[in-house]
């Protein structure tokens, strides 16, 4: 397993990271905590998880469930805690199971972290990020129809200098290590990193946005922006919520996937994407490659790539993974996959 670094803060974490949504839904806790043991016995150190999982569906009865999961796992294990870089997640403006929905601000940052602490049953978040921006933000497929024209930038810039300051006091508390993005755009994560040297608050170490060989809109500004501010990116959905797996083609919709419980895949189900995934099937079939497999690999080999974040849903899906977690593209197989990027462009 590759390691890389977390931004500038000296903690490395492995290229695949593992992801928790379905704890507490899909996945039952003691399938949760064996997948926890598989993954840190593959060399996986890294966890991500938020206050609002598990999803499919979320429900005001199950939100902080799955960090439940995991503190339970941390309180069986305490030895074993320091194994993991564990990264959870501060709910947006609008979620309205926590907190009314309120704006991530100064004033709500104190309050979750220490509910995060208490379900996880630690004294510490290795990476804490914000789920999403207050003023919005083009992904799940809003750049469809997205207009940044209703923010005000004063208003957002004194949040963001409001919220790093209480960063700074969670960061000397102890009880944060370090602090990450997610569903950002180039223009806000600069920012935050702007402010960050002039206010001496956190600086952004990663960002969470949506990146597979389906949604590539991370490749242009936010690629160059992270790659030269050592801002590492963490993939979510590098399976394109499992569609690159190839097991929603031909109409098929296998009893308990995410398609069963969410029919339109979050906005992402069209002919257009069956098509594209088309084209990765038969690059992978033409290779002798998994389809699986080549997905991640390719995630994990961009430039700009510190982990990519896979769900397993089964204890079979989580050791397929891992037994192609070491895979290298050839140039050959890469270039293929370039060429049906141009010629199935943004299918969601």
Same mark, same amino acid.
């Given at each position: 397993?590759?390691? *890389?670094?977390?931004? /500038?803060?000296?903690?490395?974490?492995?290229?695949?990271?593992?992801?928790?949504?379905? #704890?507490?839904?899909?996945?039952?806790?003691?399938?949760?905590?064996?997948?926890?043991?598989?993954?840190? @016995?593959?060399?996986? +150190?890294?966890?991500?998880?938020?206050?609002?999982? $598990?999803?499919? $569906?979320?429900?005001?009865?199950?939100?902080?469930?799955? =960090?439940?999961?995991?503190? +339970?796992?941390?309180?069986?294990?305490?030895?074993?805690?320091? =194994?993991?870089?564990?990264?959870?997640?501060?709910?947006?403006?609008? #979620?309205?199971?926590?907190?009314?929905?309120?704006?991530?601000?100064?004033?709500?940052?104190?309050?979750?972290?220490?509910?995060?602490?208490?379900?996880?049953?630690?004294?510490?978040?290795? !990476?804490?990020?914000?789920?999403?921006?207050?003023?919005?933000?083009?992904?799940?497929?809003?750049?469809?129809?997205?207009?940044?024209?209703?923010? +005000?930038?004063?208003?957002?810039?004194?949040?963001?200098?409001?919220?790093?300051?209480?960063?700074?006091?969670?960061?000397?508390?102890?009880?944060? /290590? @370090?602090?990450?993005?997610?569903?950002?755009?180039?223009?806000?994560?600069?920012?935050?990193? /702007?402010?960050?040297?002039?206010?001496?608050?956190?600086?952004?170490?990663?960002?969470?946005?949506?990146?597979?060989? !389906?949604?590539?809109?991370?490749?242009?500004?936010?690629?160059?922006?992270?790659? #030269?501010?050592?801002?590492?990116?963490?993939?979510?959905?590098?399976?394109?919520?499992?569609?690159?797996?190839?097991?929603?083609?031909?109409?098929?919709?296998?009893?308990?996937? /995410?398609?069963?419980?969410?029919?339109?895949?979050?906005?992402?189900?069209?002919?257009?994407?069956?098509?594209?995934?088309?084209?990765?099937?038969?690059?992978?079939?033409?290779?002798?490659?998994?389809?699986?497999?080549?997905?991640?690999?390719?995630?994990?080999?961009?430039?700009?790539?510190?982990?990519?974040? #896979?769900? @397993?849903?089964?204890?079979?899906?989580?050791?397929?993974?891992?037994?192609?977690?070491?895979?290298? !593209?050839?140039? =050959?197989?890469?270039?293929?996959?370039?060429?049906?990027? *141009?010629?199935? $462009?943004?299918?969601?």
């Amino acid at each position: 397993m590759e390691m *890389k670094p977390l931004g /500038r803060t000296g903690i490395m974490v492995s290229d695949l990271c593992l992801g928790t949504m379905t #704890f507490g839904t899909q996945t039952s806790e003691p399938d949760a905590h064996r997948q926890m043991d598989m993954a840190l @016995a593959a060399g996986i +150190n890294f966890i991500d998880a938020a206050e609002m999982y $598990p999803v499919n $569906p979320v429900a005001k009865e199950t939100v902080g469930r799955t =960090e439940e999961i995991l503190g +339970n796992w941390n309180a069986a294990n305490p030895s074993r805690r320091g =194994e993991w870089v564990l990264a959870t997640k501060h709910s947006g403006e609008g #979620f309205m199971h926590a907190r009314n929905g309120a704006p991530i601000s100064a004033e709500t940052i104190p309050e979750a972290i220490e509910g995060s602490l208490k379900r996880l049953q630690t004294d510490y978040i290795d !990476l804490y990020q914000f789920h999403w921006p207050n003023r919005g933000s083009y992904m799940f497929r809003q750049n469809w129809h997205y207009d940044p024209s209703g923010g +005000n930038r004063d208003v957002v810039l004194s949040e963001m200098r409001g919220c790093l300051e209480a960063l700074k006091q969670q960061v000397e508390k102890g009880n944060i /290590r @370090a602090f990450g993005l997610s569903n950002e755009s180039a223009w806000g994560t600069a920012q935050w990193l /702007r402010l960050a040297d002039e206010t001496g608050g956190p600086r952004v170490a990663s960002i969470q946005n949506e990146y597979s060989l !389906l949604c590539r809109l991370f490749d242009t500004d936010l690629a160059e922006l992270c790659l #030269f501010e050592d801002v590492g990116l963490m993939a979510f959905s590098p399976l394109a919520a499992g569609f690159l797996s190839g097991k929603y083609q031909n109409g098929s919709v296998p009893d308990g996937s /995410r398609m069963s419980l969410v029919p339109q895949m979050g906005g992402r189900k069209s002919e257009r994407v069956f098509d594209a995934v088309s084209a990765y099937l038969e690059i992978a079939d033409r290779h002798g490659l998994d389809p699986v497999q080549m997905s991640l690999a390719w995630c994990q080999a961009r430039p700009f790539m510190m982990s990519a974040i #896979f769900g @397993a849903t089964t204890e079979n899906q989580l050791q397929h993974i891992l037994n192609g977690a070491d895979l290298k !593209l050839s140039g =050959e197989v890469q270039a293929e996959i370039a060429e049906a990027h *141009k010629a199935h $462009p943004m299918p969601y």
